[in-house]
């Protein structure tokens, strides 16, 4: 199952959007996105949840089979809380395609797979309770090398 989640609709700054009528050329602030990536995260997480586990399920059953477990002992569930570390950036099959929508296309490629796996990470965090209190997008930003997008982190 595949779905595509547009971050495009969810942007803050959408002047930009209705004064141009084009793509952006000029830099895109991470402020920008932040709550469009909360919210995506937040809004889809289901989806995003469900595909993940469709995409470890092979993973999860060769685990339980090297290790003696049943389906019942062991769920893909705990499988996932135990072995995905949501503290640092990782790179997860999960089948969901997000679209950077017209208007950000001056977002490179390497740049959207940060923001693809800030979304993931967010979706995990929230629906398995991985951290103590609600996290920002921004906050993981700084984990990751950009290229196009302008982060604007206060130390």
Do not use: T
């Amino acid at each position: 199952m595949s779905q595509i989640i547009e971050l495009d609709k969810y942007r803050k700054n959408k002047l930009r959007k209705k004064r141009y009528h084009a793509p952006i050329q000029g830099p895109v602030w991470f402020y920008e996105l932040n709550e469009g990536i909360q919210q995506l995260a937040c809004k889809d997480a289901h989806v995003i949840i469900q595909n993940v586990k469709e995409h470890l399920f092979r993973e999860y059953h060769e685990f339980l089979q090297s290790n003696s477990f049943d389906k019942r002992e062991y769920s893909i569930d705990q499988y996932i809380i135990r072995h995905l570390n949501v503290q640092e950036p990782f790179a997860i099959a999960h089948g969901i395609q997000f679209s950077r929508g017209h208007h950000l296309k001056a977002i490179s490629e390497n740049d959207w797979n940060n923001i693809s796996d800030i979304i993931i990470r967010i979706s995990l965090m929230i629906h398995y309770h991985l951290y103590n209190r609600e996290i920002e997008p921004i906050e993981l930003a700084d984990q990751y090398i950009w290229d196009s997008l302008q982060i604007d982190i206060l130390k």
